[in-house]
C-alpha cells in the first residue's frame, strides 16, 4: 500500500531530507546546510498533527493514497458543522447553475449553498432546523443532460 | 464609584471589561453560558454566575437571567460590552428598573440611535450627509420605487442591524426581492425584527470612523479617527488609526461632524459615529454605534488612554475630565483580528478545539485573547480567537510591527486567518494606503497559503510521530508506517 501526505488538505509527495533536527518542546528546530533554522511548532489532535511556522500552521495526515469515492459532482455538501436555515428547493425542481438551494447557519453567519450546474432536484436529504456535519450530503442534483439522456460526458 | 458590576457578555468584550474593573478595585461578577464553563472571561471575574443553555436566547441574550444575576451577586451596575444585548433599549431599560446603573447610554438615546431609518432622518435634519437611501422601511412594491428612486447597486439593510448582520446587497432589479426576504430573514433571526430599508451602495468607499466620548453635562472629547476598510461579510478584520492618505484638514472636518452627530443624538457614554469616505473627499453618515466597539484597542493605544475606564465614570455620573486638547496622538496603531476561518473557502467559520495558543510579546504589542489554551471554540459563537494590535512610531514601522505580531502568533487546531492577514499587510496596496471596502474580499479572492512551506509542515508531522532516537538525523527516518503513527492519536 502506498501512503500519502496531506498537508491542510494538499498532497505531499517529498518532504526535505538530509537535515538536522533539534527537538525543541513542543516542536522542533529543523537545522539545513549547518544554518538554516525552520522552526516547527507541533500539536497533536483531531486526527491530525497541526504544525505551525512563522505566522502560517498546517494540519498534516497521512491516509492511503487510494482516495475513498469522492461524493458526485452534484451533490450539495455541508461546507462546515452548521444547522439547516432554509431549505429552497424541493425533488423534481429543475433548478440553473448558481441558484440558491439550501441555507445552512454557523456561528452567526448563514451560508447560501448553490447548484454547481444546471439539473434536476433528485432528493433532499435534510430538514430545517437539522443539525448537519462537514461534508454531509444535503441535496442530490441530477445533470439535466444526462436525464435528457443526449450527452453522457457533460 | 460602583462596588460591583456585572459583565453580560463573553469572550474578548467580557474580558476587556473585567480587566479595567479590576484595575479599578470594582468587583467584577462574569455570566457564562454551559458551552463556556471554561471561558477566559469565567477565569479573570472575581466571581462568575452560570446561565445555562449555550444558546443566546437562554444565556447572554436572556435579560431576565442576567438581571437575575446581578441581582442574586450585589451588584449596582451592569455592563453590556458590545455584541448581544449592548444595543437593547429594553435590557438598558429592565436594568434600570431593576435599580441598578447601566454603564452605556439611556433607554430613549438607545432606541433613536438603534433605528437606523430615525436616526438618519434626523441627522439629515440636522445637516449633516447621510447615504442616500429610502426614508422609511422598506417592503414590497413600494421597494421596487424606492429602488429606482437611489439607483442600483444598494443595499437592504436591517432597520436595527449591526455586526454585518441583515445586509444584502442588490446589484440590479432581479435582485431586489431575494436580497429583500434574505436580508429580512437574517435580521428577524439576530434581532427579531423584520424591518428593513434601502441605501445606496458606494463603489469603492473607505470606512472611517470616529471614537467619540460625552459625559451626561455636554463635554464630549473625539478621540481621533479609525480606518475600518478592511471588511468582509461587512465585518471589520483589519483596523488602524491614523487613517493613511487623508489630509488634517478633512481628518478634523470628519471628527467634527461625529461630534455634531453625537450632540444631535443626544448621546452619552462612548461610541462610534461611521462614514463612508469617496475619493474625492466627500463623506457621508454611515450609522452611530451607543458602544464600546471590538476595534477600541486602536484607539486605546493610539492614545494610551482606557475607554472601559471613561465609560464607568461617566455612568456614574462624572464629568468628563479631559479636553480636547489633553488628547493626544503617541504614534500609528493597528489591530488585526484572528478568527477560526478559513480564508480561503469565503470566509467560512471554524469551530473546535484550541490545542496551542500563544499570543506575541515584545515591544508595542497588546494581545487581547478570547479563548483559553484548551477550550473549544462553539459553533454558536463569534469565532474570534484574538485581536492583535501594535503600537509604532509611524505606519510603516507599525506594518513591520504587526507582521513580527502575526508570525509570533501560535494557534493550533483550527484554522485561522494569521497567514493571510500577514499577507494582505505585506501587500503593496496595504502599504501604499490605497484601500477601499473592496480590496480584503478582491485580495482573498487570488490568495493562496505558502504552498512551500508544506513539505516542512509533513516533515514536522514525521518527526512528531517518529522515536525520538530517530529525530536527530532526518536522512536516517524509518519509512513511515501511518497505522504507527496514528495510534498515538486519541489518547
Known amino acids: ?154 | 464609584m460602583f462596588k460591583k458590576v456585572l459583565v453580560a457578555n463573553r469572550g474578548d468584550a467580557a474580558v476587556r471589561v473585567i480587566r479595567t474593573l479590576r484595575e479599578m478595585g470594582i468587583g467584577a461578577v462574569a455570566v457564562f453560558s454551559e458551552a463556556d464553563r471554561d471561558g477566559l472571561h469565567v477565569a479573570l471575574a472575581d466571581e462568575a454566575v452560570a446561565l445555562g443553555d449555550s444558546e443566546p436566547s437562554k444565556s447572554y441574550c436572556n435579560i431576565e437571567k442576567v438581571i437575575g444575576a446581578a441581582k442574586a451577586t450585589g451588584c449596582d451596575a451592569v455592563h453590556p460590552g458590545y455584541g448581544f444585548l449592548a444595543e437593547d433599549a429594553g435590557f438598558a431599560r429592565a436594568v434600570l428598573d431593576a435599580g441598578l446603573a447601566f454603564i452605556g447610554p439611556s433607554p430613549e438615546v438607545l432606541v433613536l440611535v438603534g433605528n437606523k431609518v430615525e436616526a438618519r432622518s434626523l441627522l439629515a435634519e440636522a445637516g449633516i450627509d447621510i447615504v442616500p437611501g429610502s426614508q422609511d422601511v422598506i417592503s414590497g412594491e413600494w421597494a421596487e420605487k424606492e429602488a429606482e428612486r437611489i439607483g442600483y447597486p444598494l443595499l437592504v439593510k436591517s432597520v436595527v442591524g449591526g455586526g454585518g448582520r441583515g445586509i444584502r446587497v442588490a446589484q440590479k432589479p432581479a435582485d431586489l426581492a431575494s436580497a429583500l426576504r434574505e436580508a429580512s430573514d437574517e435580521s428577524f433571526a439576530a434581532f427579531l425584527d423584520k424591518r428593513v430599508y434601502l441605501e445606496k451602495l458606494l463603489e469603492r468607499p473607505r470606512h472611517i470612523e470616529v471614537q467619540v466620548i460625552r459625559d451626561r453635562y455636554g463635554g464630549a472629547v473625539h478621540l481621533f479617527e479609525r480606518e475600518c476598510s478592511l471588511q468582509r461579510r461587512f465585518q471589520k478584520v483589519i483596523e488602524e488609526s491614523p487613517a493613511p492618505g487623508l489630509s488634517e484638514v478633512l481628518k478634523e472636518a470628519i471628527a467634527n461632524t461625529a461630534l455634531r452627530a453625537m450632540e444631535t443624538l443626544r448621546f452619552e457614554g462612548v461610541g462610534t459615529v461611521e462614514f463612508l469616505l469617496d475619493r474625492r473627499g466627500r463623506f457621508w453618515f454611515l450609522e452611530a454605534n451607543p458602544r464600546l466597539q471590538v476595534e477600541h484597542p486602536v484607539t486605546e493605544m493610539r492614545t494610551g488612554l482606557d475607554l472601559v475606564r471613561l465609560q464607568i465614570e461617566i455612568a456614574c455620573g462624572m464629568g468628563l475630565s479631559l479636553r480636547q486638547e489633553d488628547v493626544h496622538s503617541i504614534g500609528h496603531a493597528i489591530e488585526c483580528r484572528i478568527y477560526a476561518e478559513d480564508p480561503q473557502s469565503g470566509f467560512a467559520p471554524r469551530s473546535g478545539p484550541i490545542l496551542m495558543l500563544r499570543p506575541p510579546g515584545g515591544p508595542g504589542v497588546r494581545a487581547d485573547l478570547a479563548v483559553i489554551e484548551g477550550s473549544s471554540l462553539s459553533q454558536e459563537y463569534d469565532p474570534l480567537i484574538a485581536k492583535v494590535v501594535v503600537l509604532a512610531e509611524d505606519r510603516t514601522r507599525a506594518i513591520s510591527r504587526m507582521v513580527r505580531a502575526l508570525e509570533e502568533t501560535v494557534v493550533l487546531g483550527v484554522d485561522t486567518s494569521i497567514e493571510f492577514l500577514r499577507d494582505i499587510l505585506k501587500s503593496d496596496r496595504f502599504i501604499s494606503g490605497n484601500i477601499d471596502t473592496s480590496y480584503l474580499e478582491e485580495f482573498a479572492k487570488c490568495w493562496k497559503p505558502d504552498e512551500s512551506f508544506d513539505a516542512w509542515a509533513a516533515l514536522g508531522y514525521r518527526l512528531e510521530c517518529s522515536s525520538s532516537a530517530d529525530q536527530a538525523k532526518v536522512s536516517q527516518l524509518a519509512p513511515l508506517s501511518p497505522w504507527k503513527a496514528l495510534k498515538h492519536f486519541g489518547r
Not at chain 1, 501526505?5 to 525543541?24: D, E, F, M
Open chain 1, 1 to 154: 500500500m502506498k501512503f500519502q501526505y496531506k498537508v491542510s488538505g494538499r498532497p505531499v509527495l517529498n518532504i526535505p531530507r538530509n537535515c538536522t533536527v533539534l527537538a525543541s518542546r513542543p516542536g522542533f528546530h529543523v537545522v539545513l546546510n549547518g544554518q538554516k533554522v525552520v522552526p516547527l511548532i507541533v500539536a497533536r489532535g483531531g486526527g491530525g498533527v497541526h504544525v505551525f511556522s512563522r505566522g502560517m500552521t498546517r494540519k498534516v495526515s497521512v491516509r492511503n493514497a487510494v482516495e475513498r469515492v469522492q461524493a458526485a459532482n452534484n451533490a450539495v455538501l455541508a461546507p462546515l458543522p452548521a444547522v439547516v436555515a432554509r431549505v429552497l428547493v424541493a425533488p423534481g425542481d429543475r433548478v440553473s447553475q448558481g441558484q440558491a438551494l439550501v441555507v445552512v447557519s454557523a456561528m452567526k453567519v448563514e451560508f447560501t449553498l448553490v447548484a454547481g450546474c444546471d439539473g434536476v432536484v433528485q432528493e433532499v436529504r435534510v430538514k430545517e432546523g437539522e443539525k448537519v456535519k462537514l461534508g454531509q450530503v444535503l441535496v442530490l442534483l441530477s445533470g439535466a443532460e444526462v436525464e435528457d439522456g443526449s450527452h453522457d460526458s457533460a
